[in-house]
T-cell receptor, first 109, second 114 residues
Framework: GQNIDQPTEMTATEGAIVQINCTYQ??????LFWYQQHAGEAPTFLSY????GLEEKGRFSSFLSRSKGYSYLLLKELQMKDSASYLC??????????FGAGTTVTVRA | IAGITQAPTSQILAAGRRMTLRCTQD?????MYWYRQDLGLGLRLIHY???????GKGEVPDGYSVSRANTDDFPLTLASAVPSQTSVYFC?????????????FGPGTRLTVL
């Protein structure tokens, strides 16, 4: 089975940095994804890690440590439009995803 | 059509009724998935299909059935709806041929069973 944990809510100020942690215990591992989901909308792909280390994409970065079962998503220079839920998902060997419950980030002016 | 479409957008359904949620993609993706999303529980996989003609059970398959007659369509059927099936349902697809193989999601169907 899969067990994926992430904080329920986080609040930060516009222009600041927020780090969303995700820990996982899974029966198989074939990559970790982060998705963004605005209220009432579909999830959209943000990042993918399969090897240990940091992947940077503009204001967003994602880190993976397979030995620790740990990932984080770093959001820099926060903007109001970054207010959303961020979903951590682990892919097993059969290309199926298991999702965490999501972290709701609120950006305040 | 561009991407994945789902129909209906929302539906209110009496318990015991049969309902089919439709999902169509035009990206020629091999794999398709159905999830339900409930507050505090995140996305949970109901059924999936790795290629046309094959289907598999996910984490919460009971009360649901799927078929995959062709590459583009992946309908989800509730044979006899119950109130616990009230949820937002998302269909997704992925290429399944390597690389990121990220899943692309449809806009969702909000279903209420009374």
């Amino acid at each position: 089975g899969q067990n994926i944990d992430q904080p329920t809510e986080m609040t930060a100020t516009e222009g600041a940095i927020v780090q969303i942690n995700c820990t996982y215990q899974t029966s198989g591992f074939n990559g970790l994804f982060w998705y963004q989901q605005h209220a009432g909308e579909a999830p959209t792909f943000l990042s993918y890690n399969v090897l240990d280390g940091l992947e940077e994409k503009g204001r967003f970065s994602s880190f993976l440590s397979r030995s620790k079962g740990y990932s984080y998503l770093l959001l820099k220079e926060l903007q109001m439009k970054d207010s959303a839920s961020y979903l951590c998902a682990v892919r097993d060997g059969d290309y199926k995803l298991s999702f965490g419950a999501g972290t709701t980030v609120t950006v305040r002016a | 059509i561009a991407g994945i479409t789902q129909a209906p957008t929302s539906q209110i359904l009496a318990a015991g009724r049969r309902m089919t949620l439709r999902c169509t993609q035009d990206m020629r993706h091999n794999a398709m998935y159905w999830y339900r999303q409930d507050l505090g529980l995140g996305l949970r996989l109901i059924h999936y299909s790795n290629t046309a003609g094959t289907t598999g059970k996910g984490e919460v398959p009971d009360g649901y059935s799927v078929s995959r007659a062709n590459t583009d369509d992946f309908p989800l059927t509730l044979a006899s709806a119950v109130p616990s099936q009230t949820s937002v349902y998302f269909c997704a697809s992925s290429d399944g041929t390597g690389g990121y193989n990220e899943q692309f999601f449809g806009p969702g169907t909000r279903l209420t069973v009374l």
